[in-house]
Antibody, heavy 119, light 110 residues
Framework: EIQLVQSGAEVKKPGESLRIQCKASGYSFTSSWISWVRQMPGKGLEWMGRIDPSDSYTNYSPSFRPHVTISADESLTTAYLQWTSLMASDAAIYYC????????????WGQGTLVRVSS | QSALTQPASVSGSLGQSITIPCTGTGNDVGYYHFVCWYQHHRGKAPKLIIYDVSLRPSGVSDRFSASKSGKTASLTISGLQPEDEADYYCSSFTTSNGYVFGTGTEVTVL
């Protein structure tokens, strides 16, 4: 069974750094792209960026680069989404997802990670 | 990259059919055959219901169908059921080698 398990909810202050993770299992980690998607409170889904774990190639939405960094560790079959300096506007639910095929949609999703940012 | 355009809300009676349009550009919907649709119940992870314009993943009801013409993709839900109440998002691969979501459509079953 394919599973993507994300790290738990976070409460941070503006200016702090954060890394959330997405642990994949049940498939060959390097065979599928992983994307990160944001949902701000009361808003729609926004694609942030993706990584190809086979070569760590990343591609970001212009709306999020260079504020976030996406990475992956093949040995841990884990993808990461990282901020060096959080802003209040980063408060959201973040989902990771595994693409069905290169170019295709996200077939498997993590459960989401709630990030709260407040002073 | 601007979001694909969807109506904010669509409603239909139980058992009826509704269609949700999704309009993009020549750099996304109009260029690639990689358009997909997601169903999203708030508080849960999104669910892929259509990929590659018109294909249904295993386990997805055949009441969901989709197509594309030019820069506009469309999702049709036939025989509306109460459990179809959710937000629906289209998404497309883009010529920037990334993805873009639609603005989202809230479906209400009357």
């Amino acid at each position: 069974e394919i599973q993507l398990v994300q790290s738990g909810a976070e409460v941070k202050k503006p200016g702090e750094s954060l890394r959330i993770q997405c642990k994949a299992s049940g498939y060959s980690f390097t065979s599928s792209w992983i994307s990160w998607v944001r949902q701000m409170p009361g808003k729609g889904l926004e694609w942030m960026g993706r990584i190809d774990p086979s070569d760590s190639y990343t591609n970001y939405s212009p709306s999020f680069r260079p504020h976030v960094t996406i990475s992956a560790d093949e040995s841990l079959t884990t993808a990461y989404l990282q901020w060096t300096s959080l802003m209040a506007s980063d408060a959201a639910i973040y989902y990771c997802g595994r693409h069905l095929n290169r170019g295709s949609g996200v077939a498997d999703w993590g459960q989401g990670t709630l990030v709260r940012v407040s002073s | 990259q601007s979001a694909l355009t969807q109506p904010a809300s669509v409603s239909g009676s139980l058992g009826q059919s509704i269609t949700i349009p999704c309009t993009g550009t020549g750099n996304d919907v109009g260029y690639y055959h990689f358009v997909c649709w997601y169903q999203h119940h708030r508080g849960k992870a999104p669910k892929l219901i259509i990929y590659d314009v018109s294909l249904r993943p295993s386990g997805v009801s055949d009441r969901f169908s989709a197509s594309k013409s030019g820069k506009t993709a469309s999702l049709t839900i036939s025989g509306l059921q109460p459990e179809d109440e959710a937000d629906y998002y289209c998404s497309s691969f883009t010529t920037s080698n990334g993805y873009v979501f639609g603005t989202g459509t809230e479906v209400t079953v009357l």
